[in-house]
Each structure stands twice: as C-alpha cells, then as structure tokens.
C-alpha cells in the first residue's frame, strides 16, 4: 500500500487555497491530504506549524513543499513520520543554507521583491502576475498578486539546521517556466539532493496550473515509499 497521508506546505506570496485542484485530485485518489497555513513569520514558526499537523497524521506521510515551503519541509521534514518530500519549484537547501542565500547562486529570476519597514517581504503587485502567476487566469493572478502573504526577511534569510533529503527519499518539479525562482537554480538543487524529476511548462504556480502533472508525481511518490 502507498503512503496515504501527505501534509502540504505553501510558500511565500501565495496560500494553500492554490493547492485546491491538486487536493481535489489526490482525495479523489483516496489520499488523506492537509494543507498547512505557515504564518510565515520567521522559520521556527513555520517549522513549528508544519509539525504541528504532522502531529495529526495516522500513519507516514509524504511532505510536500512549494517555494519557500521547500525551506520548511527540508527542516520539519526531520520528524520521524515523514517518509519522503516532494519540492514543487522550490527551495532545496542543505545545512546552514537560506531561501534568501540560494537566491544568490544564481541569476535573478525578477527584480521585483520589496520590503515594508518593518521588514516583510512581498512582490510588486503591478509585477505579481508575470512574475509569479503568468499562466493562471489574469483576473485571478490580479487577485492572489493583491492578497499575497508576506514573508518576514529573517524567514528567508533562516539557515536549515539539518537537511531531511539527505536521509529521505525525494522528488522535484522543476518549473520550467518560473519566472520568480530561476529554473536552473532550481535543477542545480534538485540535482545535488539526489530528488527524481520532472519538469513541467508552467510557472511558479504550476500546481495551479498545471494540477495534474504535481499531483502524478505526488502520487508516485507516495507508491515509491509504501
């Protein structure tokens, strides 16, 4: 039998409602799946929020992680309950590495991040749609670019203090695509962490538009570490 839980963590400028077409599909395949909301307001708290679900899971789980999310998955996915993690255009990093640090590795995907005074980071909205979510429906990637959640500089700028890829078995979606995370960042990070891949024509969003290529791989994920 596969892995029938699998816990979902979202990234920064987006929420988990993104996640709604590739949830239906998964419980439509008989998978128990949550949707974790990081508040995003520093790592240990998004950490702490993740684990806090997979505390309610019966039974293994799969973590999936898009984005920033990646960062968090990488770090909670230590916990012992989690079997396998699945990266969706996201962040990859090893032990003492940050979202805001694997950024530098490679060219900029757009110069469109700002910073509130009080240190939140969010995009540009003017900038959100092609950046982020040029593939959605204009009128929703208006929407998400003007309810984004933001991100506290000093999440993005966290080190993961030990790397769960390194123990456990992973997968990527590399969105080929992604004009926020540049695409060869992140095949470099797949790569390194040994993740089986696949790439998908869409942007930084592809499980929005693109649900049933992510949710494929979620599944054969979950089959690979029954």
């Known amino acids: 039998m596969p892995v029938k839980n699998i816990v979902i963590v979202h990234g920064a400028f987006a929420d ?36 806090r679900v997979l505390d309610l899971q019966q039974g293994p789980v799969l973590l999936v ?13 230590n916990a012992p309950n989690v079997v396998g993690l699945v990266y969706v255009a996201a962040f ?4 003492g590495e940050s979202a805001i640090a694997l950024l530098s590795q490679a060219p900029a995907a757009n110069d469109d991040m700002r910073a509130t005074p009080d240190h939140f980071l969010y995009l540009e909205p003017a900038a ?14 208006k929407f ?5 959640p933001m991100l506290a500089a000093a999440a993005g700028g966290a080190p993961v203090t030990e790397a769960a890829w390194r123990k456990k078995k992973s997968w990527a979606v590399i969105a080929s695509e992604d004009h926020n ?24 969003v592809v499980y929005q ?14 089959k690979a570490v029954q």
């Open 16 to 51: 988990g409602s993104g996640w709604r077409d590739v949830f239906d599909i998964l419980v439509k395949d008989g998978f128990a799946v949550s949707v974790v909301q990081p508040p995003l307001t520093s790592l240990a708290d998004d950490v702490a929020a993740t684990k």
């Open 65 to 77: 992680g898009h984005s920033y999310g990646g960062v968090v998955i990488t770090e909670a996915g």
């Open 92 to 95: 990859i990093p090893d032990k």
């Open 128 to 141: 959100f749609p092609a950046d982020f979510a040029a593939d959605v429906a204009p009128a929703l990637a």
């Open 144 to 148: 998400m670019a003007h309810s984004q």
């Open 181 to 204: 995370i540049n695409p060869d960042l992140e095949r470099t990070m797949a790569k390194r962490a040994g993740a089986e891949t696949i790439e998908v024509a869409g942007s930084h």
């Open 209 to 222: 538009s693109k649900p049933k290529d992510v949710a494929h791989l979620i599944v054969k994920a979950a």
